[in-house]
C-alpha cells in the first residue's frame, strides 16, 4: 500500500511538473513576397523594389497559439531565402549584392535578411544571411512593405521574376 502511495504520489508529482513547459510557446510565422528586375539594367547599378503593403496576420497567429501581442518575448528572422521564378534557365549570378528589408508607418526599415557578396556558382535559389535584430514592432503592425535592394554585376537581357520567402520565429507566453 505504501508502495502504492509513494508511486502515485511520484506520477502525480511528474505531470504537475509539465505544466512549467506549457508557460511559452514558439511559432513561425512565414510570407512570401515577389518582385521583378527589369531588363537592361546595367552593371553596378543599384535596384530598389518595394512591394506592396502586406498583412502581417500575426492577431490570427497568436490567437492560433494561445498567446497575444503583449506577451512576446522575442520575434528573429528565422529563415530567408529568394528564388527566382524566371527565366527558367537563369540563375543569381548577375546579382552582386541583396538586401531584403521590412518598413512599418512610422518606423525606419529595418535588414531582414541579405547576401554580399552573391556567391558566383549560386543557382536559382539563394539563402540569406538573417539578421539578429528583434521584430517585434513589424509583425504585430497590421501590415508592413518588404522591399530589396540589390545590386548587378552584369548585364542582364530578360526581366527576372523571383521570390522571397522568409520565417519569423515567435516565442511568447501563453494566455492564462
Do not use: W
Not at 497567429?61 to 528573429?76: C, G, H, R, Y
Amino acid at each position: 500500500m505504501m508502495r502504492k502511495l509513494v508511486f502515485i504520489l511520484a506520477v502525480a508529482a511528474l505531470f504537475s511538473g509539465c505544466n512549467r513547459g506549457d508557460s511559452e510557446v514558439s511559432f513561425r510565422l512565414k510570407y512570401e513576397q515577389n518582385f521583378s528586375i527589369d531588363s537592361s539594367i546595367g552593371v553596378n547599378f543599384p535596384i530598389d523594389l518595394q512591394g506592396p503593403p502586406m498583412p502581417s496576420r500575426s492577431e490570427q497567429a497568436f490567437q492560433n497559439n494561445n498567446t497575444s501581442a503583449d506577451l512576446i518575448t522575442s520575434v528573429t528572422m528565422d529563415y530567408a531565402e529568394i528564388i527566382l521564378d524566371s527565366p527558367a534557365d537563369a540563375d543569381f549570378s548577375f546579382l552582386e549584392s541583396v538586401e531584403i528589408s521590412i518598413e512599418v508607418d512610422g518606423k525606419d526599415p529595418v535588414v531582414l535578411a541579405f547576401a554580399d557578396p552573391v556567391p558566383a556558382e549560386t543557382g536559382n535559389r539563394l539563402v540569406l544571411t538573417t539578421s539578429n535584430k528583434q521584430f517585434e514592432e513589424y509583425i504585430t503592425a497590421q501590415e508592413f512593405v518588404i522591399s530589396t535592394r540589390s545590386v548587378t554585376d552584369e548585364f542582364i537581357t530578360e526581366d527576372h521574376d523571383f521570390t522571397f520567402n522568409c520565417e519569423f520565429l515567435v516565442k511568447a507566453n501563453v494566455l492564462n
